[in-house]
C-alpha cells in the first residue's frame, strides 16, 4: 500500500499495562461478544491450510486473552488436539507491546499457558495497511478500536470527541473520514483473509439518538472546561483536546455493503447492543461514589490519556496538566454517578 499512513503518528493506550489494569469496560463487551464469536470458530472454513488468527489492535493483550483460548479450543476440537495454531497481534507502533508479551507469559488467564503448538507473533503497524499476505488469515478479531480515525479532523469549541460535536462542519469531516476508513479497513482485510474466513470486528458507536458516553465524555468536557476557568488551559488548548473518534451509526457501517462497495467480504451480522457498566454493581452495593467514579476516569485516562497529552503538545507541565484534567473528572463523575452504558456496534464478516 502506497497510501500515507497517519494513524501510525496515534498515541496508543496508556503504558506501562495501564490499560491492562484499567479496561473492565472493554471487558464487558467483549465478554458481550462471545457468542458470535463462537459462531465464527465453528464456521469459519478449516482445512489443512496453516490456521492463523489475527488480533487486530491487541494493546497489552488482556481482553485478548479469553477470545484467543476459545478460538484454541473450538479450531483443535474441529481438527486435531496438537493442530499448530499462529496468534498475530497487531497494533500502532507506539502501543505497549512489551506489557502484551509480559501478559502473554504471566497472566494466570493467558491463552497459552498449558498449551504447546501455539506460536505467537506482533506487528506495530495500523491495520489501515495490509499487513498479511493475500488469504493468510484464518480468522480475524478486532474490539474496540475502529472508533478511532485514521487521523484527526480538527479541534471541537463544544467537546472532547470529535464524533459528539454539534458543529456541522466538523460533524460532516468526522462522518466522511470514518466512511473511508471503515472502506479501507474491510478492503485490506478482505485481501488478508482466505475464503471462508471470519472477522469479527466491534466497536464503539451510536444509536441515532444517543451514544451512551454522553455522561462520561460530557463530564471530560466540563473537566476541560474548569480548567479553562483555572487558568491550566488557554481557549485555544480547550479546543485543541479533541479525541480523534468518530461514531458511526448502523447505517452507516452496513451502507459500504449495501452499495456493494465491498469486493469479498459479505455481512454476516450487524447489530447495535449496549455494554453494561462494570462498576455499577459494585457501586450499589456500597453506595461508593468516589470510588466508582475513579474507575471511570481510570478507565478513561487509559484509552485517552495519551491521545490527550500528545493533542496538548510540549508543555513542560504536559503530565501535571493531564493528572489535574483527570482529577477533575473523578470529581465530577462522584458528584452526580450515572451508569455508563456505552453502544457497541457487533460485525461479523464472511470472506467470500
Ligand atoms: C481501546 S484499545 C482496544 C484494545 C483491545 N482490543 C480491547 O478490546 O481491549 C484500542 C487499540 O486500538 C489501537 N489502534 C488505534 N488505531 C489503530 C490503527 N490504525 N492500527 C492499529 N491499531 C490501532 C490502539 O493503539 C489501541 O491499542
Known sequence: MTRRDDATALPAMEGRGFYNRNSAMQAAGIAVLAPLWDRACRTVAVDEAPLVVV????SQGRNSMAPMRAAIETLRARTR???PIEIVHTDLPSNDFASLFRALEEDPASYRSGLDGIYISAIGRSYFEQLLPDGRATLGWNTW?????SEGVGGAADHALAGMTADPALAAAVRARQAADWRRFLAVRARELRRGGRLLTAYTARAEAEAGWEWLLG??????LDLGRDGLLTAEEQRRLTIPIGLRTL????????AGDVR????EHAELVRVPDPFRADFDRTGDAR?????????TRAWSGPALAGLLGPRDDNGAVIDALFARLAGRLAAAP??????LAVVLLRRD
Not at 488480533?55 to 491487541?58: E, K, P
Request: aromatic share 12%; charged share 20%; proline share 7%.
Open 55 to 58: 488480533d487486530y489492535a491487541a
Open 219 to 224: 463530564s471530560l468536557w466540563e473537566a476541560i
Open 145 to 149: 478500536s475502529m472508533q478511532w480515525l
Open 291 to 299: 470510588l466508582f467514579a475513579q474507575r471511570h476516569a481510570d478507565t
Open 81 to 83: 488436539p496438537d493442530r
Open 338 to 343: 450515572q451508569t455508563h452504558e456505552p453502544t
Open 251 to 258: 447505517a452507516e457501517i452496513e451502507a459500504p455493503f449495501k
Open 264 to 267: 469479498g467480504l459479505t455481512l
